[in-house]
């Protein structure tokens, strides 16, 4: 992992509560320190002027949505990104979905679910249940976005929306 990577890591604030929405109270505590982390993370984001996306749950913090997105060439590409809290969380990671990129690219299972098996899935497993979903998006979506959107674009694949 590089200096930037470690750096950016560490101004996540890492959860304590090791709960999934199974657990009742201590779901809700968890789900605190999620919301918390994302904060920060985003928070950090703007203040390196890197805001790259928005999310929000459902009332019970068991299914997320938003909007992810990448600039390439100075052109903005946007995502619907959603994910559904496993119940073996937070010592399963979610599986992060960009549903209308579904079949698009080799890195992608069906359902628009980005493939994170190789790289970040062991660093999940190494770090649960202190990661949550803002390292998910930052080890995880945010990288893939980073490999796989110029490759989509470069081969005709994707274009900006109008």
């Known amino acids: 992992m590089d200096e930037a ?3 950016t890591l560490k101004a996540i604030p890492l959860c304590r ?9 201590l779901w809700i505590q968890r789900l605190k320190e ?27 913090g068991t299914k ?6 990448y600039f390439h060439k100075m052109i903005k590409y946007e ?9 073996t969380y937070p010592v399963s990671a979610p599986e992060i979905a960009l549903p209308e990129l579904d079949g698009k690219t080799a890195k992608m299972y069906r359902g628009g679910k980005i493939c994170l098996s190789e790289h ?20 995880g979506l945010g990288p893939w976005l980073a490999v796989e959107i110029p490759d989509l674009i470069e081969k005709g694949i994707i274009e900006p929306k109008a």
């Open 5 to 7: 990577t470690k750096t």
């Open 34 to 60: 999620e919301y918390e982390s994302i904060i920060q993370f985003v928070q950090n984001n703007k203040n390196n002027d890197s805001d790259w996306f928005r999310l929000e749950s459902n009332a019970d």
């Open 79 to 87: 995502f619907d990104v959603e994910f559904d809290i496993p119940i």
């Open 64 to 69: 997320w949505f938003g909007k992810c997105w």
């Open 120 to 139: 970040f899935k062991p660093l999940w497993a190494r770090n649960a249940p202190k990661f949550g979903i803002a390292h998910a998006f930052s080890l």
């Open 17 to 25: 509560t090791k709960a999934s929405p199974r657990d009742g109270d």
